[in-house]
């Protein structure tokens, strides 16, 4: 069925084609590509928030210089390590070498790259997830592409804008270690518009207006391309039992094929991705304003219930699970939905790609450290501009 259809070409896994992100990905490959000829190492770090576009660009240009190039690749999610000093042996196995144990992984692992002709590319998705003591593994993979007799390609990539500067700060006090820096911003409402539409590609199963109106909305929230296709496919499905309904209540002659012929198909229209918008990703969504430059309510509340906490004295960090229920407790106080825990990690991610926030990831999301990387005392006088946020911050803690 059509239906069927529309669904299946609004999938979040790695598209056949990128839109609105030409700019970055002819970057990126001119980046890699420079240095497959000339045979040199280099390192560069991609920052954005969730689904806006990076892991997807990088895929692509895997796919490209694999067919034009003989070079090594790995490629690694860190999320799915157990611990980070296993990244080294993940690496090695990538790359086809001989098995060893997880103690001789990375001086085998710098062996090899003394021992190769031609660069070995390696890119490591979900960088941040590799915490160590002192973040000495993060810093050993940075400073590979720097030694003189290694020859390294490094692609890192993660949400926060300010990784290398904030994490690393040593890469800094040399310019050799200092990687090459790409930010993907949040999608704006056209790109996401065309993202749709190039999707559905000749399926009308959504109206124009449904398209324009999803777009506006998501992009005014996080600028995150998964959501909005996520709120499409999920506003076809509520059409699509609509319309099953609605042909089990049929008399039996309206069940012939001339007569099913004759009924214009049903479409998604504005109202249902306006319900699935206001049931799946509640009022962060919905209470958007539609500035695309403007802090989102949800994101306004979050900084606010932090700063609730900091203020109290007691904290200066925060676990995820706590700054949630204090959260929930301010949206009830001034009667708005707080969104689930699920979403609240969501708002906080991009908080941090922002730079408002600081996140330290631990292996459950609750427990996810939670600190103001921007001056406090600054950030309370901008948000007390808001009469609603002003009657937030005056108020204690709630219980």
Not at 123 to 136: A, F, G, P, R
Not at 182 to 203: A, C, E, G, V
Not at 347 to 357: K, N, Y
């Amino acid at each position: 069925s059509p239906y069927q259809s529309a669904k299946r070409s609004l999938h979040t896994a790695k598209p056949d084609f990128l839109v609105g992100r030409e700019k970055e990905e002819s970057e990126i490959e001119k980046f890699i590509t420079d240095r497959i000829k000339e045979k040199k190492s280099g390192s560069m770090y991609i920052s954005g928030a969730p689904g806006t576009g990076k892991t997807a660009v990088v895929s692509h240009i895997l796919d490209r210089i694999k067919f034009h190039h003989t070079n090594q690749i790995a490629f690694i999610n860190c999320m799915m390590l157990k611990d980070s000093n296993t990244v080294f042996k993940q690496l090695l196995e990538q790359l086809g070498t001989s098995p060893v144990k997880t103690k001789e992984a990375m001086k085998a692992l710098e062996k090899y790259f003394r021992s190769v002709e031609d660069p070995v590319l390696l890119v490591l998705d979900e960088i941040d997830q590799l915490d160590s003591k002192h973040h000495h593994v993060l810093y050993q993979i940075f400073e590979w592409p720097a030694l003189q007799d290694f020859k390294v390609i490094l692609i890192g990539i993660a949400n926060a804008l300010d990784l290398t500067d904030r994490i690393l700060p040593r890469l800094q006090a040399s310019s050799s270690c200092q990687p090459a820096l790409i930010n993907f911003p949040p999608y704006t409402t056209s790109q996401i518009t065309d993202i749709i539409k190039n999707r559905l590609q000749q399926d009308s199963v959504l109206e124009p207006a449904a398209i324009s109106f999803c777009a506006r909305k998501i992009s005014a929230v996080a600028g995150d391309a998964r959501k909005a296709l996520d709120v499409c496919h999920r506003a076809i499905e509520l059409v699509e039992s609509d319309v099953r309904g609605q042909q089990v209540l049929k008399p039996a002659d309206c069940n012939s094929p001339t007569k099913r012929h004759q009924t214009p198909m049903k479409k998604v229209t504005v109202m249902h991705i306006s319900k699935i918008m206001s049931e799946v990703y509640s009022s962060s969504v919905n209470s958007a304003d539609g500035s695309e430059h403007a802090l989102p309510l949800q994101q306004k509340l979050a900084i606010c219930s932090l700063l609730l906490l900091v203020k109290s004295g007691k904290f200066k960090e925060v676990l995820l699970g706590k700054l949630h229920e204090t959260y929930s407790n301010v949206c009830k106080r001034q009667q708005m939905v707080p969104v689930d825990q699920s979403e609240f990690h969501s708002v906080l991610t991009l908080l941090d790609s922002r730079g408002i926030i600081i996140m330290k990831k631990a292996k459950e999301t609750r427990l996810n450290k939670i600190s103001l990387k921007l001056d406090e005392h600054e950030l309370e006088q901008t948000l007390k501009d808001k009469t609603l946020m002003a009657a937030i911050l005056s108020d204690k803690i709630p219980k």
